[in-house]
């Protein structure tokens, strides 16, 4: 006999970034985005952009650093996708158009 099990929901972190990943696609023309998630932590990977949605909200490294030498990062709430998504759009594209830069990673 044959048992189906149901798999869990996705995490709210989770729908997220696919709700970010699909409209990057969808939108911007970005494409090949791979989701990981590891308890309540989502990480949406898009070549050098790593993006993290954790504790309700979605941010990403600036690729510039601050004065205390750590990485400064673009915070937006978790439920704003879309404008998550063009600002995410945004620094893919910096990344992708000059050579010398480079993601910082952070978290």
């Known amino acids: 006999m044959t048992y189906l099990t149901a798999s869990r929901p996705p995490s709210r972190e989770e729908s997220a970034a696919r709700q970010v990943d699909a409209h990057l696609s969808a939108t911007h023309n970005i494409r090949g985005g791979q989701i ?16 993290w949605f954790r504790a309700g909200k979605i941010s990403w490294s600036t690729g510039e650093l601050g004065t205390d030498g750590k990485p400064k990062i673009t915070v ?32």
């Open 36 to 51: 990981r998630t590891y308890r309540g932590v989502a990480l949406l990977r898009l070549g050098d952009v790593s993006v």
């Open 76 to 107: 937006i709430l978790l439920h704003e996708t879309a404008q998550a998504a063009a600002k995410i759009a945004q620094r893919y594209r910096e990344l992708r158009g000059h050579v010398g830069l480079h993601a910082v990673r952070i978290g």
